[in-house]
Every structure is written in structure tokens, then in C-alpha cells.
């Protein structure tokens, strides 16, 4: 069972440009849930999805982000016009079920720089 | 604010020491998770502690949880070289979200 994929590793863009993040979660996952990690800090919560549906978005900036889960295909978390400050490392996680006590498995992450 | 806050934010011991770590949150859990960052890597769910569980086991790790004082400490025995990284607690409230702190860096010297 393969675990969270997550793709490009690495993504560089130009400020204004789009980045498009992917993730596919765990077979049989259907909860999906982004982070953004700075250099030297924690992870921030930014979205939480359930097939088509956004559950929460309460940690996701209100411009220039959105995030999807489709019924088919990977999660996507874009960003519009990339800024400086955008440059992070997106990791997504899965899980099985929606409850509170289900661990969440990570991928890998994305890491982005913009210049 | 829902985070964990881990405590030291950083920490340096010899190899076959012990190493723990503590938690501290603000509001009423129902579960509390560790998880485990090597550099440059996601993170790795170590184990997760409900909140009407007090100390939870698994290999050389050991969990303690006291939701009176709304704080969970994480033990890890007989250290080694592999031990280093960074380890973040997470509080679990309704609905899966979880809230990460900047966590703590541990560093086991060989």
C-alpha cells in the first residue's frame, strides 16, 4: 500500500506566477489535510478536505489560496501569484476516517521557493 | 490558540540517555498525538494518547498525559543516534484537525 505521494518534491516559481501542489493520499483515505511548515518552525493547519467537500478552512489565507479534492484525481492546494513569503514546505496528510482519533499520514512534502 | 507548545525547544544528549519532552495546550482534547521529523522529511506518527488514558507505552517510548493540567510529556529511553529529530505534539479536538507546535529539536550525540 503506497504511502501519501506528494508531487513536484521541489517546485520554484517567480513571484506572480502560479504553483499548483499535489497530493494523493493513502488507498482507501478519503480525509485530506494540508500544512505549510516555515524554515525552523512548526506546521500550520491550513485546510482540511473531504471528497468535494472543504470541511475547514479556517487556517488557509482568504486570497490567493484555495485548495480542491475532487471525486477523482489528487488533492490540489494552489497558490496565485506566488509571493517571497509563500516559500515553504507544503506537506499534505491523509487519514481514513474523519473522527478525532485517527492518526494522519504525511507525505513526503512539497517544498517551494520563490524567487 | 488550539497548538501544542513543546518544551525545550531544543535539546542535546549523550547516546543511552534518556530524553523527554513536554506538551502543553490550552483547551480540552480529546486525544493528544506525537509525531517524529527527520530533517528535510514529513512527519511520522509516533503514538497517540486519549484523554482518558494517563501513560501509554509503545517500544522505548513513553507518553504521559495529565488533563488537569492540560500538559503531556514524552519519554524516550536509552537514546540513539536515530532518536534525532524534531518532535511535535498534537492536540486532537472534534473533528481531526490537528494543531502542531514549533516542536522540539533533539539532537542524541553518538
Known amino acids: 500500500n503506497a504511502g501519501v505521494m506528494q508531487n513536484p518534491r521541489h517546485l520554484v516559481r517567480r513571484r506572480g506566477q502560479e504553483a499548483r501542489l499535489r497530493c494523493s493520499p493513502m488507498k482507501g483515505h478519503s480525509h485530506v489535510y494540508w500544512y505549510r511548515q516555515l524554515p525552523e518552525e512548526g506546521l500550520k493547519f491550513m485546510v482540511y478536505?473531504?471528497?468535494?467537500?472543504?470541511?475547514?478552512e479556517s487556517g488557509m489565507p482568504k486570497e490567493r489560496f484555495s485548495a480542491e479534492f475532487p471525486k477523482e484525481g489528487p488533492s490540489i492546494l494552489r497558490i496565485q501569484q506566488v509571493v517571497r513569503g509563500d516559500s515553504a514546505a507544503y506537506f499534505c496528510?491523509?487519514?481514513?476516517?474523519?473522527?478525532?482519533?485517527?492518526?494522519?499520514?504525511f507525505g513526503p512534502g512539497t517544498r517551494l521557493t520563490v524567487l | 490558540s488550539q497548538q501544542g507548545e513543546e518544551d525545550p525547544q531544543a535539546l542535546s544528549i549523550q547516546e543511552g540517555e534518556n530524553a523527554t519532552m513536554n506538551c502543553s495546550y490550552k483547551?480540552?482534547?480529546?486525544?493528544l498525538q506525537w509525531y517524529r521529523q527527520n530533517s528535510g522529511r514529513g512527519l511520522v506518527h509516533l503514538i497517540l494518547?486519549?484523554?482518558?488514558?494517563r501513560e501509554k507505552h509503545s517500544g522505548r517510548l513513553r507518553v504521559t498525559l495529565d488533563t488537569s493540567k492540560k500538559s503531556s510529556s514524552l519519554l524516550i529511553t536509552a537514546s540513539r543516534a536515530a532518536d534525532t529529530a524534531s518532535y511535535f505534539c498534537?492536540?486532537?479536538?472534534?473533528?481531526?484537525?490537528?494543531?502542531f507546535g514549533t516542536g522540539t529539536s533533539l539532537t542524541v550525540i553518538p
Open positions: 494518547i486519549r484523554s482518558n488514558e
Open positions: 496528510a491523509s487519514s481514513p476516517k474523519g473522527d478525532a482519533y485517527n492518526e494522519q499520514f
Open positions: 498534537a492536540p486532537g479536538y472534534t473533528g481531526n484537525q490537528f494543531y
Open positions: 478536505l473531504q471528497k468535494e467537500n472543504i470541511i475547514d
Open positions: 483547551t480540552s482534547i480529546n486525544n
